[in-house]
């Protein structure tokens, strides 16, 4: 079989098997019109956006759009005070017309694109309409977990429908999910285990008072032959 992974995560890998290095910093590629001097720099988890930026020179106040990632699978960031993560690879200052104009979404045509757009043979339309009913177990039958984020269904939809953030919010439903259903089982497992003990403590209360009405009679029948 094969791994696909991106230049980034291998060599952080390489780093990690060959020196024994933890993953403490990633190549992050600062560009976009809006920002002075593009660059690639090697920087520390934690270091802000706003830092990078200034670094390469600053970004003009009248930037359009500032995601992390790429321009298609990159997402928006809220602002400039937001920390480099593990899994950070770019930070793009996008002027208005590297952006687009932003429209508003339409219902969906059907007219099929996003799926012949697909690189995994999904179905986004019908993925799209499980998210918009919170359907989170017909959205993880369509095969969300393979779903790489790509962006390519979001790109060429003439509705302008947010699919890619329909699928990284059923993402975050779904884990939501899991992590309820985790909490529940371990405190069902703690209630059971509660319940055995409390059992278990009633098992030797009412051994213990059986033993002592067995002595009490045993030195009644004693006395009585005396």
């Known amino acids: 079989g094969l791994l696909v992974h991106n230049v980034g995560t291998v060599y952080s890998a390489h780093r990690a098997l060959r020196y024994g290095q933890p993953l403490i910093s990633r190549i992050v590629t600062v560009s976009g019109g809006a920002v002075a001097e593009p660059r690639n720099l090697e920087v520390p988890l934690g270091a802000l956006a706003i830092d990078l930026l200034n670094y390469c020179g600053g970004v003009s106040e009248d930037y359009a759009r500032l995601l992390m990632g790429g321009p298609m699978m990159g997402q928006p960031l809220p602002g400039v005070e937001v920390p480099v993560i593990k899994g950070t690879n770019g930070i793009l200052a996008l002027t208005a017309a590297e952006a687009g104009e932003a429209q508003p979404a339409s219902p969906c045509i059907r007219c099929g694109r996003c799926v012949e757009a697909c690189p995994m043979g999904l179905l986004p339309l019908e993925m799209s309409k499980r998210a918009r009913s919170e ?32 699928f990284a919010f059923a ?32 098992q030797a209360k009412a051994e213990a008072a059986a033993k002592r009405r067995a002595a009490k009679k045993q030195r009644a029948v004693a006395v009585e032959e005396d």
């Open 135 to 166: 359907d989170w177990s017909g959205i993880q039958a369509l095969g969300l977990s393979d779903c790489m984020s790509c962006g390519s269904c979001a790109y060429v939809c003439p509705s302008h429908i947010p699919l890619t953030q329909y």
């Open 171 to 202: 993402r975050g439903k779904l884990a939501e999910q899991r992590r309820e259903e985790r909490k529940s089982a371990h405190i069902r497992e703690l209630m059971e285990q509660r319940q055995a003990r409390f059992a278990r403590a009633e």
